[in-house]
Every structure is written in structure tokens, then in C-alpha cells.
């Protein structure tokens, strides 16, 4: 790696721009899958639990793991398939109101540097480098080692409503979304409806487990598993019907192992200051006419905020509004800067590995951190080793 003059290191390719692309090398580490040391916390000295794993592995390697031991992350991604590393450096999320993104477990990372140096930051130790380089996007350097914070592993269930009226949504919104621990909306922004309300419930101790509600703020509970796509099968999807299980079987969509989502598909994705959240659902909801005809479907998400430099939920809890579109670049390019013009009031920042129109001009002041950023990406990294023409545009 050091003798190379451009390089980018990939995770798990689950990017749908150019974030990750280069001209020059592309560097894999997908080989380095394993869990290095798991500390239950019940050592001397220790603080709390916490694993710390290679660069390489991935969530669907890393919860059965956890799970066997006892443990569990406090979210996960809609897809377990995804490199920790890699989703990190992108702040990718999951879902609820308290539940920052996963990049917020991390409190320490392992890294090589350009010049090949191998450098460790921690949240206890280097603050300010730690918010910066954790939610990284591949400017620092090879993350060889990360440390996730851990908890008790936790039983869930998963039950999901159809057919929620679009009135009852912007009436009842923050009640919906504090109705269990992750809450996901699916819509395809017609007849004035919310097709799916997935919701992702913790089990306390003890709890008897009950039947789920019949109905839910005018949608009903469904009766058969569901896939949030309309239409598609539900056999890649984690069990629903309010079936206890663990977490890591329950918080994301898709099962470990299996084909996620449509797989054909692009995506785009932008996240809305909470307070914001009902004004910034109407406002998209005004293109119910464009969007349709090239959508898969929509997700609409809670994300708690937290202190990473350009995370797009950096000192905001946010709602992200998630594209699912079918591949048709052309039309999706034309549809974005509408969609991008309905959400400027709200200060939009789009998801850093999604696809987006909004010029460097109008991204950047959204991070008040980045000039900071870049000058420590610009320190650990002078030659520009880890750049690309993704970054030199919308980062330096």
C-alpha cells in the first residue's frame, strides 16, 4: 500500500456513487474477518464490554458471534451483510429515536496510514481525531481494527401494520415513531397512505409475550410476513408476526446469508432535522405524481443525533428518507434535484454513500466540521493517497 500512489480501500461495495471509486487501486479487506478480543467487561480495569474486530468482517459474521457470548450492538443496518468498517466510515444507520447510527458504537480504531504508519485513536484518548476520523469516509487511511462498545444481549419481535392513512401519519408522528425501539415507514407516496409500519420492539424480562395490537393508528396488523417492496416475496426477510427472537434476527430487514432488497436497484437518501420531519414528509409527498413511476419504495427513519464530524446526524437527531429506485439513472438524475429543492428549507444533508445532485457549493456548509476535517485528513494524508475525484469534490 505505501508504495502505491492513489489507493482506495473497499468494504463491502454497498455504495451506489463514486464515494469508493478510484482510477489507480482498489484494496480489499475482506480477508481480515475475525474477532481479535472480547472484553465482558468483567476484568480489571474494565469499563463496559466491548469486542474489537478486524477491518474486514462483516455484521452477519460479527452478531451470531455476540450473540453466543451474551452480548449485543445497540443497532444494526437494514442489510447484516455489510462490512463494519466500512459502514462506519459512511455512518450508516438503523432505526429509533435513541439509537444513533452504528459509526456511535465505535471507541477505538486501528489504522495505516499513507506513509504506512499504523496509528491508534480512541474516543477516551484522541477526541477530536476520534469524531473525525470514525465516520472517515476512506480519507484517513486502511482501518485495520475497530472496538465496538457492547451490551447485553436483548430478545425482540417484529410486527408490521399495513395501510397506515397518511393523515393519521402527520397527526399522530411522534407517537408512531416512539412506539417501539426501531420504526420503519414504507411507502410508494400513493393513495395517500403508508403501505408498511415496521415495528421493532424489545422484550423486557420476564414479559409475557402477547399477541400484537390489532390496529394501529387506522392500519392493521398484517397476516402473513411482508417484504417492503410490495410484491416481492418475504423469504429473505427477518421473521415478523410478532415472533420473539434476538436481535440481531429482528433489527435488520433481510436475513443473515440471503439475497437483500430488490439487488437491482439504485439508491438515494436524505436526513431532516427531527423537528423538521412532518413539514419534510409533505414536502416530498408533493411529488406523489414524478416519484412513482421510478420508485422501488421509500423508508422513513428515526436516527438519534450524535458528535461525529460529518455525520449527516452530527448534533441533529434527524429523520432519513430513504430512495429505493428501480435502475434507471437518467430518470432518478432528473428527479433528484426536485426532491433535493423540496428539502432545502430543511437543511438536507444526503447520505454520504448514496446518490445525490446537490452541488459542493450547498453540501458543504451543512458541516460545520468539515474545514477541520479536512485539515486532519490533509495532515495524516499530504499527497492525497486516499483521494478521489468523489472527494476532491464534495470533501476538498
Not at 473497499?10 to 474477518?33: K, Q, T, V, W
Not at 477491518?55 to 455476540?66: D, E, F, Q, V
Not at 474516543?123 to 469524531?131: G, I, L, V
Request: aromatic share 10%; net charge neutral; glycine share 6%.
Amino acid at each position: 500500500m505505501k508504495s502505491r500512489p492513489r489507493i482506495k480501500v473497499l468494504g463491502s461495495r454497498h455504495c451506489f456513487n463514486h464515494i469508493a471509486d478510484s482510477e489507480h487501486f482498489l484494496l480489499s479487506l475482506a480477508p481480515m474477518d475475525t474477532v481479535i478480543a472480547l472484553d465482558t467487561g468483567t476484568n480489571k480495569g474494565s469499563h463496559s464490554p466491548a469486542v474489537t474486530i478486524s477491518g474486514g468482517m462483516s455484521y452477519g459474521h460479527l452478531c451470531p458471534y455476540l450473540h453466543e457470548q451474551g452480548f449485543a450492538l445497540h443497532n444494526l443496518a437494514s442489510l447484516p451483510q455489510i462490512s463494519v468498517a466500512g459502514a462506519c466510515a459512511a455512518a450508516t444507520h438503523g432505526s429509533g429515536e435513541n439509537n444513533g447510527n452504528l459509526a456511535t458504537a465505535v471507541s477505538g480504531l486501528e489504522m495505516v496510514t499513507a506513509d504506512g504508519e499504523v496509528i491508534n485513536v480512541s474516543r477516551r484518548a484522541n477526541p477530536d481525531d476520534f469524531r473525525a476520523m470514525v465516520v472517515g469516509l476512506g480519507c484517513f487511511g486502511a482501518i485495520t481494527k475497530l472496538t465496538l462498545d457492547l451490551q447485553p444481549a436483548f430478545p425482540m419481535r417484529q410486527s408490521v401494520y399495513e395501510n397506515l392513512p397518511f393523515n393519521n401519519l402527520v397527526d399522530n408522528f411522534d407517537a408512531i415513531q416512539a412506539s417501539g425501539y426501531s420504526v420503519s415507514l414504507f411507502t410508494d407516496w400513493q393513495k395517500q397512505k403508508i403501505d408498511q409500519v415496521w415495528i421493532k420492539s424489545l422484550i423486557q424480562g420476564g414479559e409475557d409475550v402477547k399477541e400484537p395490537a390489532p390496529a394501529f393508528f387506522g392500519a392493521k396488523l398484517a397476516t402473513r410476513n411482508l417484504h417492503p417492496i410490495n410484491g416481492f416475496s418475504a423469504e429473505n426477510c427477518t421473521e415478523q408476526m410478532g415472533v420473539p427472537g434476538p436481535w440481531h434476527e429482528r433489527l435488520p430487514h433481510f436475513r443473515i446469508g440471503v439475497f437483500p432488497s430488490a439487488g437491482d436497484e439504485l439508491q438515494s437518501e436524505y436526513f431532516v432535522p427531527r423537528h423538521h420531519a412532518v413539514e419534510a414528509i409533505l414536502a416530498v409527498e408533493r411529488l406523489r405524481d414524478e416519484i412513482p413511476p421510478h420508485l422501488l419504495v421509500t423508508e422513513i427513519r428515526a436516527v438519534a443525533a450524535d458528535d461525529l464530524w460529518v455525520s449527516p446526524c452530527y448534533k441533529r437527531s434527524s429523520i432519513a428518507i430513504h430512495f429505493t429506485w428501480k435502475q434507471d439513472w437518467k430518470a432518478v438524475k432528473r428527479l433528484l434535484p426536485l426532491i433535493e429543492r423540496e428539502l432545502a428549507p430543511f437543511f438536507a444533508r444526503p447520505h454520504w454513500g448514496k446518490l445525490f445532485t446537490m452541488p459542493a457549493s450547498r453540501l458543504k456548509p451543512l458541516y460545520e466540521k468539515l474545514p477541520e476535517f479536512v485539515q486532519l485528513s490533509q495532515r495524516c494524508d499530504p499527497m492525497g493517497k486516499f483521494r478521489n475525484n468523489f472527494l476532491n469534490t464534495y470533501v476538498f
